[in-house]
């Protein structure tokens, strides 16, 4: 599994994170559904999380499929939706390389 983190250049906390490897602990429900994008010119749905002890936290997921045997986990965790939304358009911009993806 491979793991890459962008971080914020004021704080230097993170915007968000991907996780790319043959499959996810990530398992898109439905009922939490947020919102869809386009990720490296896939069609891709965002859902809504949480973690009990960080109730004020808006988190989103997704999954994008980078190659044959291997997807790509998306996660944004921040504390207002101004930097959500940012953090969303800045993961629209990813493209992924099937072959770093280690078919």
Not at 4 to 28: H, Y
Not at 31 to 60: C, F, H, M
Not at 70 to 75: G, M, Q, T
Request: one cysteine or more.
């Amino acid at each position: 599994m491979l793991l890459c983190r962008a971080m914020r250049s004021d704080d230097g906390k993170e915007a968000f994170a991907v996780t790319i490897g043959r499959s996810s602990p990530f398992k898109p429900n439905s009922a939490l559904r947020d919102g869809e994008s386009v990720i490296d010119g896939q069609k891709t749905y965002w859902y809504r999380s949480e973690i009990a002890a960080r109730p004020n936290e808006l988190i989103r997921e997704t999954l994008v499929k980078v190659a044959p045997n291997n997807v790509a986990h998306v996660f944004i965790r921040t504390d207002n939706a101004e930097n959500l939304g940012r953090y969303k358009d800045m993961v629209q911009g990813l493209q992924f390389n099937p072959a770093l993806a280690g078919n």
